[in-house]
T-cell receptor
Framework: KQEVTQIPAALSVPEGENLVLNCSFT??????LQWFRQDPGKGLTSLLL?????REQTSGRLNASLDKSSGRSTLYIAASQPGDSATYLC????????????FGRGTSLIVHP | DAGVIQSPRHEVTEMGQEVTLRCKPI?????LFWYRQTMMRGLELLIY????????DSGMPEDRFSAKMPNASFSTLKIQPSEPRDSAVYFC???????????FGSGTQLSVL
């Protein structure tokens, strides 16, 4: 059974810092990995999807990397802003060649001015 | 496109009552997922449909839960009878294919008293 772990569970940083969120997964036979953002009381918004054949994806100030062999992914946020405050979740497909995303518990990020 | 549309946004009901949650996926998407989110357990998959066919319902807690997808533009999740432990946020999500980005609805906040 796929297990997805995110560290740290919570993070508070001053505006302008570069930061790294970590995601680890137990079954490396995955087709892709996705990073999501969730604002309080809202649904999840997909940020980046990395296919298994790729090593990283970039969107603006966000960069996500994938290392299947070690079962790890990182989300790098450059020059953080208060508007980046949210919970960030990663999702890897369930075991056995499934496409069904299994979610970590998320990292709750606060960026203070 | 308006995105994934869920209704109702909030539902408060009494124990023993039937609850029906509704979802309209993004037009053209052939994969549909129902998830449940709680503080204790995070995001858990309930059921996955592909081309309107249930593929994986291993996450459905018990016989009180049922889900249908009568056509490509509509799905329901029914709880009968409801119990206080069913209180959670229920999300519907869809994707164009099983290996593409997942789009979430705004969720239904269910409270069973």
């Amino acid at each position: 059974k796929q297990e997805v772990t995110q560290i740290p569970a919570a993070l508070s940083v001053p505006e302008g810092e570069n930061l790294v969120l970590n995601c680890s997964f137990t079954d490396s036979a995955i087709y892709n990995l996705q990073w999501f953002r969730q604002d309080p009381g809202k649904g999840l918004t997909s940020l980046l999807l990395i296919q298994s054949s790729q090593r990283e994806q970039t969107s603006g100030r966000l960069n996500a990397s994938l290392d299947k062999s070690s079962g790890r992914s990182t989300l790098y946020i450059a020059a953080s802003q208060p508007g980046d405050s949210a919970t960030y979740l990663c999702a890897a497909p369930a075991s056995g060649g499934s496409y069904i995303p299994t979610f970590g518990r998320g990292t709750s990020l606060i960026v203070h001015p | 496109d308006a995105g994934v549309i869920q209704s109702p946004r909030h539902e408060v009901t009494e124990m023993g009552q039937e609850v029906t949650l509704r979802c309209k996926p993004i037009s053209g998407h052939n994969s549909l997922f129902w998830y449940r989110q709680t503080m204790m357990r995070g995001l858990e998959l309930l059921i996955y449909f592909n081309n309107n066919v249930p593929i994986d319902d291993s996450g459905m807690p018990e016989d009180r839960f049922s889900a249908k997808m009568p056509n490509a533009s509509f799905s329901t999740l029914k709880i009968q009878p409801s119990e206080p432990r069913d209180s959670a946020v229920y999300f519907c999500a869809s994707s164009h294919s099983s290996n593409e980005k997942l789009f979430f609805g705004s969720g239904t906040q269910l409270s069973v008293l």
